[in-house]
């Protein structure tokens, strides 16, 4: 059942309770008020109960817990009066919980820590009070994050932190936590980012911190801590944002690494550092002397060591200089993009001097090319931007900025960039990614290139199941960006093309060039963004509304989706010269449903369907969901804002459709085998 985002009132009816064969509820997103009916365990079928975003008060039910086959639930956005209920430990099959922003009271439970296959757990931004059970942070299974900032917790964080050597991002910022910052942070291997601000946290940063070779993002400022600066943060090499401000450091601030960038690290409020470089505005670091005004005798032996060592810096610089060509060495890194260090002269050897066999596509904003690069031998693929079109380096920059603060297995991940100069002086960008072995999903649908054989061309097609599959994955990496991020993303260029593939067809969203941010703390579907730099997107995946100068939103990226669906299955682009006047994929799809859907799918899965490979249980059951499929298309393209699906509900409909395909009792699984591979 799936009525979110409807501006629903009044309170919830109890005879919602009898429906227990329900497996999915999205509420979410309604302005629904009163208390959750106790009877609601009753629904024991459930596995995602979503009820977001209303206006709930009073206490959440113990009874929930009784759901144990809950999956997902989401209960952010309320206005509870009571604690976390206990019982929730009973749903050990869940996997994501969102609590925050709900005014829930008392401690955390640690009956919470029975939920060993969480991914995710945010209680951000309640008036949650007491200790950091043990046995929250005892749950290996968390990978994507888990946010409990913006409480009033308080004593130590538990050691037990060291479970988590899986979790991409922690957050315990603003609390009132105490005591020192534990050495086990230091096996927390996979952290990309770690918010531990605006606490009283006190002590040295632990020497294990060096191990996170990983982390993006460090955020220790507003806390007490004490002692120097570990130079080990120099070498960690993809760290891009550093506060370490308002504690009391003290001694050097390093020079390389990720404090070559003054726009990366803050250091401000610990006034008993010096050095560091010139933007930082600290005074110069002075020797001691000896009461008789003398330097030690370790300074002399410092001062001698560092003379020589600059003699003979100097020495071998004039001989290079006399038998060699002096040569223009390219900056690595520029203020725009403190966040990712890669030299020119790197991406110049990994793609072999961009040579033309290595070229992998050439688009109006630049051109992608294969490389390999030498610190691990990783395939990548360099993105090179023509600089020559201004809106190549807006492209740059808004890619930069996305992915630097998004992480999710259906998202291309952006592995490190450059930022700097080529060897001839000229401004020179790159962003390097995980290379996709089988590329874009524009070159499964419409494999047909000229010079290509047929029987190559016939090896590139998608089966239904891949195409539902993929379907999934790009549904899950919008819901992501619109929900599950901090500040919600809007990616705006949503088509095949941007679909990138890897060696097992998981689907990976791609090309943030467009992609815009929500501005922080709305809870608004759109946001103001000036009409005059024209539509954006691709024609024929662009919402009706941006071509009127309406404000970009998050029903335009579902739009976008809806057309991209409707492709999947029928083969045909929206730009097909059979469409004109008010004839359109979304009209031409809609006036075949659903009675002559078979005339309007892709010939290869009408093939499928009537093929004698699989069974009629199997053809019936595809048939029946090719149906259901493009019914989730058509309302995503509606021309309407209003009339379209919310991407939640989106997901949650496929993968209903999947579940129903394989549910049949008749289809063993080696079938199921021969059709995924078929």
């Given at each position: 059942m799936a009525i979110n985002s409807n501006n629903f009132g009044?309170?919830?009816?109890?005879?919602?309770?009898?429906?227990?064969?329900?497996?999915?509820?999205?509420l979410d997103y309604n302005r629904i008020f009163g208390s959750i009916p106790a009877g609601l365990g009753n629904l024991v079928n459930l596995e995602m109960l979503y009820m977001g975003n209303n206006q709930f008060t009073g206490d959440i039910p113990e009874e929930i817990g009784e759901l144990q086959q809950l999956k997902e639930l989401d209960l952010h956005g309320n206005k509870f009066s009571g604690n976390i209920p206990s019982s929730f430990g009973n749903l050990t099959l869940l996997i994501h919980l969102y609590m925050y922003q709900s005014s829930l009271k008392g401690s955390i439970p640690p009956e919470l820590g029975k939920c060993q296959n969480l991914l995710l757990l945010n209680l951000r931004q309640n008036n949650l009070t007491g200790a950091i059970p043990k046995e929250v942070l005892s749950i290996p299974s968390l990978t994507i994050y888990m946010d409990l900032s913006r409480n009033n917790l308080i004593g130590s964080f538990p050691t037990e932190v060291g479970t988590l050597t899986n979790l991409g991002i922690l957050d315990i910022s603003h609390n009132m936590l105490s005591g020192e910052i534990p050495g086990t942070l230091g096996s927390c291997v996979s952290l990309e980012a770690l918010y531990?601000?605006?606490?009283?946290f006190q002590g040295n940063i632990p020497s294990s911190f060096i191990s996170l070779r990983g982390l993006q993002v460090l955020n220790l400022s507003h806390d007490n801590l004490t002692g120097?600066?570990?130079d080990f943060f120099m070498d960690l090499r993809t760290l891009a944002i550093l506060n370490l401000s308002f504690n009391t450091f003290e001694g050097l601030v390093p020079t390389d690494g990720v404090f070559r960038n003054a726009s990366a690290v803050s250091v401000v409020g610990n006034s008993k550092l010096c050095g560091g470089i010139a933007e930082f505005q600290l005074l110069e670091c002075n020797f001691k002397v000896t009461k008789k005004g003398r330097l030690t005798l370790a300074m002399k032996l410092v001062i001698a060591a560092s003379a020589l060592l600059c003699a003979a810096l100097v020495l071998t610089s004039l001989f290079l200089l006399f038998v060699k060509r002096k040569k223009v060495e390219p900056t690595p890194t520029s203020p725009e993009n403190?966040?990712?260090?890669?030299?020119?002269r790197s991406l110049l050897k990994a793609t072999d001097g961009f040579s033309l066999t290595n070229l992998l596509g050439v688009g109006g904003f630049g051109s992608v090319y294969k490389g390999i690069l030498d610190s691990d031998e990783k395939l990548v693929a360099v993105k090179v931007p023509n600089l020559l079109n201004p809106r190549a380096s807006k492209s740059f920059k808004a890619e930069c900025e996305v992915l630097r603060n998004v992480r999710h297995r259906n998202l291309v991940k952006l592995l490190t960039a450059c930022s700097g100069s080529d060897y001839q002086r000229n401004d020179f960008k790159a962003l390097v990614y995980e290379f996709m072995?089988?590329?874009?999903?524009?070159?499964?649908?419409?494999?047909?290139?000229?010079?290509?054989?047929?029987a190559r061309e016939s090896s590139r097609s998608l089966n239904f199941v891949q195409r539902l599959n993929i379907a999934i994955d790009i549904s899950c990496a919008l819901e992501y960006l619109h929900r599950g991020c901090r500040t919600p993303v809007v990616h705006c260029d949503l088509k095949p093309s941007n679909v990138l593939l890897d060696d097992e067809m998981t689907g990976h969203v791609g090309d943030f060039g467009l992609a815009?941010?929500?501005p922080e703390a709305t809870n608004n579907l759109s946001f103001n963004q000036s009409s005059t730099n024209g539509v954006r997107g691709t024609i024929g995946y662009t919402a009706p509304e941006y071509g009127m100068g309406n404000e970009v939103?998050?029903?335009g990226d579902v739009f976008s989706y809806g057309i991209l669906l409707l492709e999947m299955f029928s083969g045909k682009r929206p730009t097909d010269e059979i469409f004109e006047d008010s004839l359109n994929l979304h009209t031409y799809m809609k006036a075949a449903f659903p009675g002559k859907v078979e005339e309007i799918l892709d010939p290869i899965l009408v093939q499928e369907i009537k093929g004698e490979t699989s069974s009629y249980m199997w053809k019936s059951q595809v048939q029946d969901c090719v149906v259901s499929v493009l019914e989730v298309g058509i309302a995503c393209s509606a021309e309407l804002p209003s009339e379209r699906m919310d991407i939640s509900e989106v997901t949650a409909e496929l993968q209903a459709i999947k579940e129903e395909l394989f549910r049949s009792e008749d289809m063993g699984?080696?079938?199921?085998?021969?059709v995924l591979q078929s």
């Open positions: 009044g309170m919830l009816p109890s005879a919602i309770t009898n429906f227990t064969s329900l497996r999915i509820m999205t531990m601000q605006n606490n009283f120097n600066i570990p403190s966040v990712f260090q890669m030299s020119y072995v089988n590329g874009s999903l524009e070159e499964w649908l419409h494999p047909i290139t000229p010079g290509i054989d047929k815009r941010f929500f939103s998050t029903s699984a080696h079938e199921v085998q021969v």
